[in-house]
């Protein structure tokens, strides 16, 4: 990229931005049935299905790239969360039962 002497990153210097350029046909640059891609490339809009095809196929192309634990990875994951679960699980009980303590302090634990 580029920068010109007013600051504008992209422009070649002197040359006018494509929003101040006056649109092709006369009118606001829009055509109909298009839309404006990345990078500014105009593309065509597809159906609603296509569009779903297009994801789906996305999707597992992503999915391929997955690259799946081993067995050992696996387990050391596993036992990890387990005792990171247990951990906070403790803390909160541990809390739980200070504030319950705390409460009946301050506020008495009698019966009627």
């Not at 640059?29 to 095809?53: L, M, Q």
Request: glycine residues 16%; contains cysteine.
């Amino acid at each position: 990229m580029s920068q010109t002497s007013t600051g504008d990153v992209g422009e070649p210097h002197g040359g006018a931005s494509a929003a101040s350029r006056p649109a092709e046909g006369g009118t606001d640059g829009r055509v109909e049935g298009r839309v404006e891609g990345r990078g500014g490339r105009r593309t065509e809009r597809r159906g609603f299905f296509a569009r779903i095809a297009l994801f789906l196929r996305q999707v597992a192309a992503e999915l391929r790239k997955v690259v799946r634990p081993t067995r050992n990875e696996l387990i050391t994951y596993t036992t990890v969360c387990m005792v990171f679960v247990a951990v906070i699980m403790a803390y909160v009980a541990g809390l739980d039962i200070a504030f319950g303590k705390l409460v009946l302090l301050v506020f008495g634990g009698g019966g009627a």
